[in-house]
């Protein structure tokens, strides 16, 4: 009786790239303490926090992406590359609009980087059976992709019938 929902390592996979990418994120807001008040002189800007948020993110992602491949069978080479440069793409540029000042660098890194995520969505739910409309997922960043990795895979299901 097995209902094809996520194992316990998958559903651990994406909480930890999940976690690893909202620190990133988080890394890279207080990269530059000043955007949030002047009253934070004291506060040393440090270049490091750049590079490690990148890192995080990074290890975010690639977690992230083993949680989402451990947890479709139809998913083909082709189609699980097209979703790790869709993800990966969206995901660094959303980061470089955490990272960067001005807001119309800012508006301009997430307009690019929502069509990205969006695909990568649209793939995804296409190879576990769904359809494209699930792919409007994408809109929530990685939060709408973790719930595209928690839904049960429905390709299978129909093949068992």
């Given amino acids: 009786m097995d209902n094809h929902l996520p194992d316990r390592a998958t559903v651990l996979l994406a909480i ?15 990269s530059y303490p000043t955007r949030f ?7 040393p800007h440090d270049e490091n926090r750049a590079l490690y948020a990148i890192i ?3 290890l975010g ?3 992230f992406l083993k949680s989402a491949s451990r ?5 083909t080479a ?16 959303q980061l470089s609009a ?24 649209v793939r995804y739910a296409v ?5 494209k409309l699930f792919g409007a997922f994408g809109l929530f960043s990685v939060f709408g992709l973790t719930v595209l990795v928690m839904l049960p895979e429905r390709r299978s299901q129909r093949q068992e019938r």
């Fill in 78 to 93: 082709q189609q699980n590359r097209e979703v790790s440069i869709a993800l990966s793409a969206g995901l660094f540029l």
């Fill in 61 to 63: 992602i690639s977690t």
């Fill in 71 to 75: 947890n479709t069978q139809a998913m």
């Fill in 98 to 121: 955490v990272m960067q000042g001005p807001m119309p660098w800012i508006a301009m890194y997430l307009l690019l980087s929502t069509p990205l995520l969006v695909l990568a969505s």
């Fill in 56 to 58: 995080a993110v990074g």
């Fill in 16 to 30: 930890v790239g999940l976690s690893l990418i909202a620190s990133g994120f988080l890394i890279a807001l207080l």
């Fill in 127 to 131: 190879s576990k059976g769904y359809a």
């Fill in 37 to 43: 008040t002047s009253l934070v002189h004291d506060f």
